[in-house]
Protein backbone atom coordinates (compact mmCIF):
# COMPACT_ATOMS: atom_id res chain seq x y z
CA UNK A 1 0.00 0.00 0.00
CA UNK A 2 2.90 2.20 0.59
CA UNK A 3 4.74 1.79 -2.68
CA UNK A 4 1.39 2.65 -4.29
CA UNK A 5 0.47 5.53 -2.65
CA UNK A 6 3.76 7.35 -3.30
CA UNK A 7 3.50 6.45 -6.87
CA UNK A 8 0.00 8.26 -6.58
CA UNK A 9 0.71 11.51 -5.22
CA UNK A 10 3.35 12.76 -8.02
CA UNK A 11 0.59 11.10 -10.25
CA UNK A 12 -2.14 13.63 -8.98
CA UNK A 13 0.04 16.58 -8.37
CA UNK A 14 1.03 16.26 -12.44
CA UNK A 15 -2.90 15.97 -13.43
CA UNK A 16 -3.25 18.90 -11.11
CA UNK A 17 -0.45 20.54 -12.78
CA UNK A 18 -1.43 19.87 -16.28
CA UNK A 19 -5.05 20.98 -14.83
CA UNK A 20 -3.66 24.46 -13.83
CA UNK A 21 -1.62 24.98 -16.88
CA UNK A 22 -4.56 24.45 -18.99
CA UNK A 23 -6.89 26.95 -17.18
CA UNK A 24 -4.17 29.41 -16.95
CA UNK A 25 -3.85 29.45 -21.10
CA UNK A 26 -7.61 30.28 -21.36
CA UNK A 27 -6.87 32.99 -18.76
CA UNK A 28 -4.10 34.60 -21.04
CA UNK A 29 -6.03 33.55 -24.52
CA UNK A 30 -8.69 35.72 -22.82
CA UNK A 31 -6.52 38.54 -21.99
CA UNK A 32 -4.66 38.56 -25.79
CA UNK A 33 -8.12 38.97 -27.13
CA UNK A 34 -8.89 41.69 -25.01
CA UNK A 35 -5.16 43.51 -25.65
CA UNK A 36 -5.93 43.26 -29.55
CA UNK A 37 -9.53 44.47 -29.39
CA UNK A 38 -8.23 47.58 -27.71
CA UNK A 39 -6.30 48.09 -29.94
CA UNK A 40 -8.22 47.74 -33.28
CA UNK A 41 -11.64 49.04 -32.27
CA UNK A 42 -10.70 51.49 -29.03
CA UNK A 43 -11.32 55.53 -30.25
CA UNK A 44 -8.39 57.38 -28.64
CA UNK A 45 -10.67 60.86 -28.08
CA UNK A 46 -10.56 60.82 -24.74
CA UNK A 47 -14.19 59.02 -24.24
CA UNK A 48 -13.10 55.59 -23.38
CA UNK A 49 -15.78 53.96 -26.38
CA UNK A 50 -15.32 51.66 -29.00
CA UNK A 51 -15.70 51.52 -32.95
CA UNK A 52 -18.57 49.09 -33.33
CA UNK A 53 -16.86 47.24 -36.86
CA UNK A 54 -12.69 46.27 -37.65
CA UNK A 55 -12.14 47.83 -40.39
CA UNK A 56 -14.23 51.08 -39.28
CA UNK A 57 -17.04 51.82 -41.66
CA UNK A 58 -18.96 54.86 -40.60
CA UNK A 59 -21.74 53.94 -42.66
CA UNK A 60 -22.78 50.85 -40.61
CA UNK A 61 -26.58 50.17 -40.29
CA UNK A 62 -27.61 48.14 -36.56
CA UNK A 63 -29.84 45.54 -37.78
CA UNK A 64 -30.66 44.66 -34.30
CA UNK A 65 -32.19 48.12 -32.73
CA UNK A 66 -35.91 47.02 -33.99
CA UNK A 67 -36.62 49.84 -36.32
CA UNK A 68 -34.57 52.59 -33.69
CA UNK A 69 -34.15 56.33 -34.87
CA UNK A 70 -30.70 56.22 -34.73
CA UNK A 71 -29.75 52.71 -37.34
CA UNK A 72 -29.21 54.29 -40.24
CA UNK A 73 -26.94 57.53 -39.09
CA UNK A 74 -23.34 57.63 -39.19
CA UNK A 75 -22.11 56.32 -36.09
CA UNK A 76 -18.85 56.70 -34.92
CA UNK A 77 -18.69 55.01 -31.40
CA UNK A 78 -20.41 51.46 -31.06
CA UNK A 79 -24.14 50.82 -29.74
CA UNK A 80 -24.61 49.58 -26.16
CA UNK A 81 -24.75 46.63 -26.47
CA UNK A 82 -21.78 45.98 -28.13
CA UNK A 83 -19.73 48.17 -25.46
CA UNK A 84 -21.31 46.32 -23.28
CA UNK A 85 -19.29 43.36 -23.86
CA UNK A 86 -16.44 44.95 -22.16
CA UNK A 87 -17.76 44.76 -19.38
CA UNK A 88 -18.96 41.31 -19.25
CA UNK A 89 -15.52 40.24 -20.02
CA UNK A 90 -13.38 42.10 -18.15
CA UNK A 91 -15.78 40.96 -14.91
CA UNK A 92 -15.02 37.24 -15.31
CA UNK A 93 -11.18 38.12 -15.63
CA UNK A 94 -11.14 39.99 -12.08
CA UNK A 95 -13.04 36.84 -10.89
CA UNK A 96 -10.53 34.78 -12.37
CA UNK A 97 -7.61 36.18 -10.88
CA UNK A 98 -8.38 39.52 -8.73
CA UNK A 99 -5.89 41.28 -10.69
CA UNK A 100 -5.57 45.06 -9.62
CA UNK A 101 -4.76 45.63 -13.33
CA UNK A 102 -8.68 43.96 -14.60
CA UNK A 103 -9.82 46.08 -11.44
CA UNK A 104 -8.33 49.44 -12.99
CA UNK A 105 -9.50 48.76 -16.67
CA UNK A 106 -12.64 48.21 -15.28
CA UNK A 107 -13.03 51.63 -13.22
CA UNK A 108 -11.06 53.98 -14.97
CA UNK A 109 -11.98 52.88 -18.81
CA UNK A 110 -15.05 50.54 -19.11
CA UNK A 111 -16.86 52.63 -16.58
CA UNK A 112 -16.33 56.05 -17.44
CA UNK A 113 -16.97 54.75 -21.11
CA UNK A 114 -20.11 53.13 -20.13
CA UNK A 115 -21.58 56.65 -18.60
CA UNK A 116 -21.26 58.11 -22.22
CA UNK A 117 -24.63 56.12 -22.76
CA UNK A 118 -26.16 56.66 -19.24
CA UNK A 119 -29.42 58.73 -20.02
CA UNK A 120 -31.36 60.69 -17.34
CA UNK A 121 -35.20 60.33 -18.84
CA UNK A 122 -36.90 58.83 -15.41
CA UNK A 123 -36.18 55.87 -13.91
CA UNK A 124 -32.99 56.31 -15.21
CA UNK A 125 -31.11 53.97 -17.57
CA UNK A 126 -28.85 53.52 -20.66
CA UNK A 127 -29.59 54.47 -23.87
CA UNK A 128 -28.90 52.11 -27.09
CA UNK A 129 -26.82 54.77 -28.48
CA UNK A 130 -24.31 57.89 -26.76
CA UNK A 131 -26.04 60.67 -25.16
CA UNK A 132 -24.17 63.38 -26.43
CA UNK A 133 -25.56 62.16 -29.74
CA UNK A 134 -29.72 62.75 -30.63
CA UNK A 135 -31.49 60.89 -27.87
CA UNK A 136 -31.96 56.83 -28.50
CA UNK A 137 -34.08 54.52 -27.67
CA UNK A 138 -33.80 52.30 -24.27
CA UNK A 139 -33.97 48.67 -24.46
CA UNK A 140 -34.70 46.69 -21.16
CA UNK A 141 -32.69 44.00 -22.20
CA UNK A 142 -29.40 45.68 -22.63
CA UNK A 143 -29.72 47.24 -19.27
CA UNK A 144 -30.45 43.66 -17.36
CA UNK A 145 -26.97 42.62 -18.66
CA UNK A 146 -25.08 45.48 -17.62
CA UNK A 147 -27.76 44.98 -14.36
CA UNK A 148 -26.05 41.25 -14.16
CA UNK A 149 -22.26 42.23 -14.43
CA UNK A 150 -22.29 45.01 -11.77
CA UNK A 151 -24.00 42.57 -9.75
CA UNK A 152 -21.67 40.08 -10.66
CA UNK A 153 -18.98 43.02 -9.57
CA UNK A 154 -20.41 43.38 -6.02
CA UNK A 155 -20.23 39.77 -5.29
CA UNK A 156 -16.85 39.28 -5.93
CA UNK A 157 -15.20 42.69 -4.25
CA UNK A 158 -18.06 43.90 -1.89
CA UNK A 159 -17.96 47.52 -3.08
CA UNK A 160 -21.14 49.18 -2.68
CA UNK A 161 -21.45 51.21 -5.51
CA UNK A 162 -21.76 48.34 -8.22
CA UNK A 163 -24.76 47.16 -5.95
CA UNK A 164 -26.31 50.74 -6.02
CA UNK A 165 -25.69 50.93 -9.93
CA UNK A 166 -27.64 47.44 -9.71
CA UNK A 167 -30.49 48.54 -7.84
CA UNK A 168 -31.02 51.85 -9.75
CA UNK A 169 -30.80 49.71 -13.12
CA UNK A 170 -33.75 47.59 -11.89
CA UNK A 171 -35.55 50.24 -11.18
CA UNK A 172 -35.92 51.19 -15.03
CA UNK A 173 -36.16 47.38 -15.75
CA UNK A 174 -38.64 46.99 -13.47
CA UNK A 175 -40.58 50.01 -15.23
CA UNK A 176 -40.93 47.48 -17.72
CA UNK A 177 -43.33 44.85 -16.29
CA UNK A 178 -46.92 45.12 -16.70
CA UNK A 179 -49.60 42.67 -16.72
CA UNK A 180 -50.55 42.42 -19.99
CA UNK A 181 -50.26 38.80 -21.58
CA UNK A 182 -50.65 38.13 -18.00
CA UNK A 183 -46.93 39.44 -16.97
CA UNK A 184 -43.43 40.19 -18.56
CA UNK A 185 -40.92 42.55 -19.45
CA UNK A 186 -41.15 44.05 -22.98
CA UNK A 187 -37.79 44.27 -25.27
CA UNK A 188 -38.14 47.78 -25.69
CA UNK A 189 -39.05 50.89 -23.52
CA UNK A 190 -40.48 52.92 -26.69
CA UNK A 191 -42.26 50.29 -28.65
CA UNK A 192 -43.71 47.92 -26.16
CA UNK A 193 -44.86 45.81 -28.57
CA UNK A 194 -43.35 42.24 -27.77
CA UNK A 195 -42.46 40.72 -24.44
CA UNK A 196 -39.11 38.58 -25.32
CA UNK A 197 -37.11 35.68 -23.67
CA UNK A 198 -33.97 37.71 -23.96
CA UNK A 199 -35.55 40.69 -21.52
CA UNK A 200 -37.65 37.69 -19.27
CA UNK A 201 -35.08 34.90 -18.42
CA UNK A 202 -31.86 37.48 -17.56
CA UNK A 203 -34.05 39.36 -15.42
CA UNK A 204 -34.86 36.24 -13.12
CA UNK A 205 -30.95 35.52 -13.27
CA UNK A 206 -30.63 39.72 -12.29
CA UNK A 207 -33.70 38.80 -9.99
CA UNK A 208 -31.84 36.21 -8.20
CA UNK A 209 -28.69 38.23 -7.90
CA UNK A 210 -30.11 40.50 -6.21
CA UNK A 211 -31.65 38.07 -3.88
CA UNK A 212 -27.78 36.75 -3.22
CA UNK A 213 -26.53 40.60 -2.99
CA UNK A 214 -29.46 41.53 -0.48
CA UNK A 215 -31.14 38.81 0.84
CA UNK A 216 -34.48 40.65 0.23
CA UNK A 217 -37.25 38.19 -0.32
CA UNK A 218 -38.98 40.77 -2.82
CA UNK A 219 -36.79 39.60 -5.43
CA UNK A 220 -36.59 35.99 -4.86
CA UNK A 221 -40.80 36.26 -5.13
CA UNK A 222 -40.76 38.16 -7.97
CA UNK A 223 -37.58 35.42 -9.50
CA UNK A 224 -40.33 32.69 -8.90
CA UNK A 225 -43.02 34.59 -10.53
CA UNK A 226 -41.16 36.17 -13.55
CA UNK A 227 -39.70 32.49 -14.24
CA UNK A 228 -43.07 30.62 -14.60
CA UNK A 229 -44.35 32.96 -16.88
CA UNK A 230 -41.58 32.78 -19.49
CA UNK A 231 -41.77 29.08 -19.12
CA UNK A 232 -45.19 28.47 -19.60
CA UNK A 233 -45.47 31.50 -22.62
CA UNK A 234 -42.02 30.71 -23.93
CA UNK A 235 -40.87 27.06 -23.88
CA UNK A 236 -40.92 24.68 -26.55
CA UNK A 237 -42.73 21.94 -24.83
CA UNK A 238 -41.55 19.68 -27.62
CA UNK A 239 -37.00 19.77 -26.25
CA UNK A 240 -37.85 22.64 -23.84
CA UNK A 241 -35.79 25.40 -25.56
CA UNK A 242 -36.92 28.55 -25.53
CA UNK A 243 -38.43 30.81 -28.42
CA UNK A 244 -37.72 34.37 -29.10
CA UNK A 245 -40.68 36.49 -28.27
CA UNK A 246 -44.57 37.00 -27.80
CA UNK A 247 -46.14 40.05 -29.41
CA UNK A 248 -48.94 41.23 -27.53
CA UNK A 249 -51.55 40.01 -29.88
CA UNK A 250 -50.37 36.84 -28.78
CA UNK A 251 -48.05 35.81 -31.68
CA UNK A 252 -45.49 33.93 -30.52
CA UNK A 253 -41.73 34.23 -32.86
CA UNK A 254 -40.69 31.03 -32.98
CA UNK A 255 -36.75 31.73 -33.47
CA UNK A 256 -34.65 30.39 -31.11
CA UNK A 257 -31.08 31.44 -29.99
CA UNK A 258 -28.64 30.25 -28.24
CA UNK A 259 -28.58 32.72 -24.80
CA UNK A 260 -32.31 32.95 -24.64
CA UNK A 261 -31.97 28.91 -24.06
CA UNK A 262 -28.98 29.57 -21.69
CA UNK A 263 -30.85 31.80 -19.43
CA UNK A 264 -33.13 30.07 -18.92
CA UNK A 265 -31.08 27.34 -17.55
CA UNK A 266 -29.16 29.79 -15.76
CA UNK A 267 -31.99 31.13 -14.08
CA UNK A 268 -33.74 27.78 -13.26
CA UNK A 269 -30.13 26.45 -11.76
CA UNK A 270 -29.64 29.79 -9.55
CA UNK A 271 -33.16 29.30 -8.23
CA UNK A 272 -32.84 25.24 -7.18
CA UNK A 273 -29.46 26.69 -5.34
CA UNK A 274 -31.71 29.05 -2.71
CA UNK A 275 -34.65 27.18 -3.08
CA UNK A 276 -33.34 23.57 -3.16
CA UNK A 277 -36.71 22.88 -5.16
CA UNK A 278 -35.75 20.16 -7.47
CA UNK A 279 -38.43 20.94 -9.98
CA UNK A 280 -35.97 23.84 -10.94
CA UNK A 281 -32.75 21.61 -11.33
CA UNK A 282 -35.20 19.43 -13.26
CA UNK A 283 -36.03 22.37 -15.52
CA UNK A 284 -32.21 23.62 -16.02
CA UNK A 285 -31.22 20.03 -16.90
CA UNK A 286 -34.28 19.09 -19.37
CA UNK A 287 -33.65 22.58 -21.11
CA UNK A 288 -29.66 21.70 -20.66
CA UNK A 289 -30.29 18.64 -22.86
CA UNK A 290 -32.56 19.90 -25.62
CA UNK A 291 -30.10 23.38 -25.89
CA UNK A 292 -27.45 20.96 -26.90
CA UNK A 293 -28.97 19.06 -29.02
CA UNK A 294 -30.55 22.26 -30.89
CA UNK A 295 -27.14 24.56 -30.94
CA UNK A 296 -24.75 21.98 -31.39
CA UNK A 297 -24.31 19.80 -34.92
CA UNK A 298 -23.47 16.50 -34.29
CA UNK A 299 -23.22 15.52 -37.79
CA UNK A 300 -19.95 18.15 -37.82
CA UNK A 301 -17.55 16.91 -35.44
CA UNK A 302 -14.00 18.37 -34.00
CA UNK A 303 -11.36 15.89 -32.13
CA UNK A 304 -10.09 16.84 -28.84
CA UNK A 305 -7.01 14.96 -26.88
CA UNK A 306 -9.10 11.79 -28.65
CA UNK A 307 -12.54 12.52 -28.63
CA UNK A 308 -15.01 14.02 -30.96
CA UNK A 309 -17.46 16.52 -29.91
CA UNK A 310 -19.97 18.60 -31.55
CA UNK A 311 -19.43 21.66 -33.74
CA UNK A 312 -21.41 24.98 -32.35
CA UNK A 313 -23.96 25.91 -34.90
CA UNK A 314 -23.11 29.39 -36.81
CA UNK A 315 -24.19 32.11 -34.61
CA UNK A 316 -23.42 36.23 -33.03
CA UNK A 317 -20.57 34.52 -30.33
CA UNK A 318 -22.12 36.53 -27.88
CA UNK A 319 -25.41 34.47 -27.80
CA UNK A 320 -23.22 31.90 -27.50
CA UNK A 321 -21.33 33.44 -24.53
CA UNK A 322 -24.37 33.91 -22.60
CA UNK A 323 -25.74 30.27 -23.41
CA UNK A 324 -22.43 29.08 -21.79
CA UNK A 325 -22.96 30.97 -18.51
CA UNK A 326 -26.03 28.75 -18.36
CA UNK A 327 -24.23 25.61 -18.84
CA UNK A 328 -21.60 26.77 -16.34
CA UNK A 329 -23.91 27.28 -13.84
CA UNK A 330 -25.67 24.12 -13.83
CA UNK A 331 -22.22 22.72 -13.48
CA UNK A 332 -21.32 23.80 -10.53
CA UNK A 333 -24.94 21.87 -8.98
CA UNK A 334 -24.79 18.70 -11.10
CA UNK A 335 -21.17 18.56 -12.30
CA UNK A 336 -22.26 16.79 -15.60
CA UNK A 337 -18.86 17.66 -18.17
CA UNK A 338 -20.62 16.69 -20.94
CA UNK A 339 -21.20 20.25 -22.04
CA UNK A 340 -18.48 21.94 -20.78
CA UNK A 341 -15.75 19.82 -22.48
CA UNK A 342 -17.68 20.48 -25.59
CA UNK A 343 -17.08 24.14 -25.59
CA UNK A 344 -13.71 23.90 -24.31
CA UNK A 345 -13.48 21.62 -27.20
CA UNK A 346 -14.57 24.07 -29.78
CA UNK A 347 -13.00 27.39 -28.03
CA UNK A 348 -9.67 25.30 -28.89
CA UNK A 349 -10.87 25.11 -32.38
CA UNK A 350 -11.95 28.24 -32.57
CA UNK A 351 -8.44 29.59 -31.73
CA UNK A 352 -6.65 27.55 -34.15
CA UNK A 353 -9.18 27.57 -36.94
CA UNK A 354 -11.32 31.00 -36.84
CA UNK A 355 -9.05 33.73 -36.33
CA UNK A 356 -8.17 36.20 -39.44
CA UNK A 357 -4.49 37.75 -39.33
CA UNK A 358 -5.56 40.09 -37.02
CA UNK A 359 -6.28 38.04 -34.00
CA UNK A 360 -9.84 38.73 -34.84
CA UNK A 361 -12.25 35.69 -34.97
CA UNK A 362 -15.49 34.98 -37.29
CA UNK A 363 -18.49 33.62 -36.55
CA UNK A 364 -18.46 30.41 -38.54
CA UNK A 365 -17.39 27.91 -35.92
CA UNK A 366 -16.57 25.53 -39.06
CA UNK A 367 -13.46 27.77 -39.32
CA UNK A 368 -14.71 28.02 -42.91
CA UNK A 369 -15.98 31.08 -43.54
CA UNK A 370 -13.18 33.10 -41.94
CA UNK A 371 -12.07 35.07 -44.77
CA UNK A 372 -15.06 36.05 -46.50
CA UNK A 373 -16.08 38.20 -43.47
CA UNK A 374 -14.66 41.90 -44.24
CA UNK A 375 -15.79 42.92 -40.92
CA UNK A 376 -15.42 41.91 -37.05
CA UNK A 377 -18.18 42.84 -34.73
CA UNK A 378 -16.82 43.81 -31.54
CA UNK A 379 -19.33 42.16 -29.71
CA UNK A 380 -18.34 38.71 -31.21
CA UNK A 381 -14.66 39.45 -30.01
CA UNK A 382 -15.60 40.22 -26.36
CA UNK A 383 -17.84 37.23 -26.41
CA UNK A 384 -15.01 35.18 -27.02
CA UNK A 385 -12.99 36.79 -24.84
CA UNK A 386 -15.47 36.01 -22.31
CA UNK A 387 -15.98 32.42 -23.00
CA UNK A 388 -12.46 32.31 -22.57
CA UNK A 389 -12.16 33.49 -19.19
CA UNK A 390 -15.08 31.70 -18.14
CA UNK A 391 -13.71 28.46 -18.89
CA UNK A 392 -10.57 29.33 -17.01
CA UNK A 393 -12.45 29.72 -13.95
CA UNK A 394 -13.42 25.88 -14.29
Known amino acids: MKATFKVMIPMLIAFCSCTAIAQDQYYKKAEQTLQIIDKLYAVNDGKFLYRENYPYDE ?15 T ?3 SYLWPFSGSLSAYTVLLEKENDSAVKK ?3 QRILPGLEQYFDTRDPYAYASYVKFAPQSDR ?4 NIWLGIDFLDLYLHTDQQSYLKKAEEIWRFVESGWDD ?6 YWMEQKKESKNTCSNAPAVVYLMKLYEATKSNQYLDKAKQLYQWTKSNLQDPEDKTYWDNIKLDGKIDKAKYPYNTGQMIQAATLLYKHTANKNYLKDAQETAEGGYKYFFDASKTIQSEGKSYPTLKRSDSWFIAVMLRGYVELYDV ?5 YLDTFRANLQYAWVNMRDKDGLFSKDWSGKKQESENKKWLLDQFAIAEMFARISKL
Open 75 to 77: NPY
Open 334 to 338: DKNSV
Open 180 to 185: KLGGGI
Open 105 to 107: QID
Open 139 to 142: FYDD
Open 59 to 73: KYSASYLGGGVNENK
